[in-house]
RNA sequence: GCCCCGGUAGUAUAGCCCGGUCAAGUAUGUGGGCCUUUCGAGCCCGUGACCCGGGUUCAAAUCCCGGCCGGGGCACCA
């Protein structure tokens, strides 16, 4: 493929159309004049690679349908209704805006549902009144138990069918607060024949004791909570959500959603669900990786801000998405994939450097020079210019270092070409160091001999530290790297040759990004 | 237990709706070669798949039935 030198200014929206166009088209796209899409977080936890997917298709779909000139509108909305078994974790709310910016993700319009209590409330008691829902309450006419009991009976208990006032004025008694957690519960009137029990009369409203539990945004402001069904429905209308693009785990819950569209009135929104996604080797759960007790920006992590601070761009993950689509199934990729993806971006615009890990002293005896090797930053792009490591010799012997595993397969008699600056032969190995004489200089000899071609560093060189993550732990390599590694600038991506893609964090301090 | 969805190479995906152009495309992986002196980069060549069994049809990856396997969900999480 030679789509990368073109590549290798900045890259705009644009390079992200060949995706988007393969895209299948939305059920009923031409029946609306604009079309919203949303992405709805939980904001208990920062955004990983499985949440970026409804995040990109979304968006993807957004980019797709302006391209073909319709009007298309973005939401982004905090589900943040639990503050018991979801709890949001308060930094969480800008950490995942900084993810979407970061994916060149924008939203024209920005909501929290813990901001529209009473929105919620509302409609709550306008279904009520058109007797759409009921309560089970303790102490009335039916209790939480009874009404649970009516799921596997399918005889419904007494509110179901009683007056709305009756369960207007339940309502009323939940929101004054005199029934506690699990005492009281508005339900949305479904059917209770329905052949999936958990679709048969569900939970709307429920009470959460936020005295125990504070909401990290509204405190102990509300105790009457609805429930992810509820504000899912009552939101998507109001922001007149026309596409429903999320994973195939709430398949269910469209089912149970329709049914609030129809006691309240409203056209239902498609709603299309694709499979979801996973990484071989690591976890997607967000309570796992809670569990792991480790930052959520840690390079070990797959969050976005893991991948990001390990130097993945944001393209890669664009790609891989992309590549996945929207199929039902779910999708089990690989990191080595997603390296492809990113090594195929930064390939082209990561200069080259020479770095030894491990790093073994070799003496070459027999120069009477000074030698000067003249390196590419580049060797596609011969124009990014050069540096040049001269190297004194001191009684006609020079020193570098190379890397303890280029050292090991050094047999002796062999002949090595060092980069761009002679080929030596190997005189001696004592464990530390590596005695060798000058063998040649031009690279025909070597090719000659099929000289293994390796790096090395000047005695000069600057004292490096990697931080590599193998699964959950890190590495550290600590090595030797040229002298013009000082002039990278931090965050700036580079190749040290033949070891891997690195990613400068300080001046002796790097992240291995991929091979 | 109950409900939903799906099964194309090692992995992921295209094709399936509207059956023939599919002895199945693409990416990654893998094998080999080339390469202006890095490479696990790039370039070139190769490798490798339609879950099984029936049926419909002149013709099935594509439609129907059965089986097997996998995934997801579930009753005051989102």
Redesign the pocket.
């Known amino acids: 493929?030679?789509?990368?030198p073109e590549a290798l200014g900045e890259r705009k929206v644009e390079s992200y159309r060949k995706g988007i166009e393969?895209l299948?088209p939305l059920p009923n796209d031409s029946k609306y004049e604009v079309m919203t899409l949303r992405f709805?977080?939980?904001p208990?936890f920062v955004l990983h690679l499985g949440s970026a997917r409804p995040a990109i298709i979304n968006y993807a779909y957004k980019l797709k349908y302006e391209g073909l000139g319709k009007k298309v509108k973005f939401i982004l909305r905090f589900?943040?209704?639990?503050p018991?078994?979801?709890r949001p974790l308060p930094e969480a709310y800008e950490a995942i805006k900084e993810d979407l910016r970061w994916l060149g993700i924008k939203w024209d319009e920005e909501y929290v549902?813990s901001d529209r209590m009473g929105i919620y409330y509302e409609i709550a008691k306008k279904i009520l009144e058109r007797g759409g829902a009921y309560v089970a309450a303790k102490g009335s006419d039916c209790t939480?138990d009874d009404w649970?009991r009516s799921?596997?009976t399918g005889k419904p208990c007494k509110n179901r069918d009683a007056d709305p006032s009756i369960n207007l004025e339940l309502f009323d008694r939940m929101l004054e607060g005199r029934y506690k957690?699990?005492?009281?519960?508005m339900?949305i009137k479904t059917n209770l024949q329905h052949?999936?029990?958990?679709?048969r009369d569900?939970?709307a409203m429920?009470?959460?004791d936020t005295t125990k539990y504070p909401h990290p945004r509204v405190g102990s402001r509300y105790i009457v909570?609805?429930?992810?069904?509820f504000?899912?429905s009552i939101d998507d209308h109001l922001m007149g959500i026309t596409h429903i693009l999320r994973?195939?785990?709430?398949?269910?819950?469209t089912?149970k959603q329709s049914f609030v569209y129809t006691h309240m009135g409203w056209e239902q929104p498609e709603a299309i669900?694709f499979?979801?996604l996973?990484i071989?080797g690591m976890t997607l759960s967000k309570t796992k990786l809670k569990a792991l007790g480790i930052k959520w920006d840690d390079i070990r992590l797959p969050t976005l801000a893991g991948l990001r601070n390990r130097g993945i761009q944001p393209e890669a993950i664009w790609n891989i998405i992309l590549?996945?689509?929207?199929?039902?199934?779910?999708?089990?990729?690989?990191s080595?994939?997603l390296?492809?993806?990113n090594?195929?971006i930064i390939?082209?615009r990561a200069n080259?450097y020479m770095a030894v890990i491990d790093p073994v002293k070799v003496i070459i005896e027999g120069v009477n020079e000074e030698l000067t090797a003249r390196l590419p930053m580049?060797?596609?792009f011969?124009d990014r210019g050069f540096r040049e490591i001269t190297l004194k010799s001191i009684d006609s012997k020079v020193t570098v270092f190379i890397s303890k595993l280029d050292y090991e397969k050094a047999g002796i008699g062999s002949v090595i070409?060092l980069?761009?600056?002679m080929n030596i032969e190997v005189i001696n190995k004592d464990g530390n160091t590596l005695i060798a004489r000058i063998h040649s200089?031009?690279?025909e000899s070597?090719k000659r001999v099929n000289a293994?071609?390796?790096?090395w560093v000047p005695p000069d060189g600057l004292s490096i530290r990697v931080v590599r993550p193998e699964n959950l732990r890190l590495i550290n390599d600590v090595g030797l790297a040229e002298p013009a590694v000082e002039q990278v600038t931090s965050g700036e991506i580079v190749?040290f040759?033949?070891?891997?893609f690195v990613k400068k964090i300080e001046r002796d301090r790097f992240v291995y990004v991929h091979?």
């Open positions: 493929m030679s789509k990368w393969d299948p709805a977080p939980n208990d589900e943040d209704t639990d018991r078994t979801k549902q939480p649970k799921k596997v957690e699990g005492e009281a519960v339900v052949p999936d029990p958990s679709v569900w939970v429920r009470i959460i909570w609805p429930t992810y069904n504000s899912v994973a195939q785990e709430h398949s269910v819950n089912t669900h499979g979801r996973k071989v590549q996945v689509g929207i199929k039902p199934t779910d999708a089990t990729i690989s080595a994939n390296f492809a993806e090594r195929k390939e082209p080259r580049h060797p596609s011969p070409r980069m761009e600056l200089k031009d690279l070597a293994p071609i390796i790096q190749q040759m033949r070891y891997g091979d």
